[in-house]
């Protein structure tokens, strides 16, 4: 299982291509998840698409938008698509959003398979939200009727719930609320601070600045 979560932002492409143990030169593609960004006007979710694609061109990757929405009962289709890329790459916004769309499109049923297949997981914000256990307590910091069911159960593809944006001037209100609330939790909690990232190798774990 490789992963690779940051609490903003995209990596560097030599981080991205050691951990898909793809070399300089050679051809990789991204599936690019953006559904976080649903419940946003669509001018605005649009402008943020875009730039996350000029991000992964400049880093010499190939993009592949995927809309979980177009994939509602389509859950065949859907694996067939992701499997043509090297990384799935979920993207930041509204984390309840994103959830919905992955249990619609039954992205979450089919994303272990994917995994021990060798296609690797990242994603920012609310990317790396949903990798967690549960999505109990970042309701903090997103709005959970932004989406159109709230789905509170995470992917489980890691032990432990990621607070993202942690010391962000926005957020800086909403941290002791969530150090107290973390302390009662049934699983582990981390917190992450912008520039950020955890790379999860076949188990080996390592925190990256």
């Known amino acids: 299982m ?5 609490s903003e932002g995209v990596p560097r492409s030599d981080q991205l291509r050691e951990l898909l143990a793809v070399s300089p030169g050679e051809v990789a593609k991204v599936a690019l998840i953006n559904n976080a960004q649903d419940p946003y006007p669509e001018d605005l979710a649009m402008e943020r698409i875009g730039a996350l694609n000029d991000t992964f061109s400049s880093l010499d990757f190939e993009p592949v938008n995927i809309d979980l929405r177009e994939y509602t009962g389509k859950t065949a289709e859907l694996i067939t698509k992701l499997r043509t890329c090297n990384l799935i790459w979920c993207a930041g916004g509204n984390s309840f ?30 990317g790396a939200v949903v990798a967690g256990p549960s999505l109990r307590l970042i309701e903090l910091m997103d709005d959970p009727g932004k989406a159109p069911e709230i789905v509170w159960e995470g992917l489980g593809l890691i032990p432990y719930f990621i607070w993202p944006h942690w010391d962000m001037e926005k957020y800086l209100p909403l941290q002791k ?29 390592k925190m990256l600045s």
């Open 97 to 126: 959003s994103l959830r919905y769309a992955m249990k619609t499109s039954g992205f979450d049923e089919i994303i272990r398979t994917l995994l021990a297949e060798g296609i690797a997981y990242g994603g920012w914000s609310a």
């Open 177 to 205: 609320e969530a150090l107290e609330r973390m302390k009662h939790l049934p699983y582990e909690s981390m917190v992450m601070r912008d520039g950020e990232v955890l790379i999860i190798d076949n188990g080996q774990e």
């Open 2 to 6: 490789k992963l690779f979560l940051s």
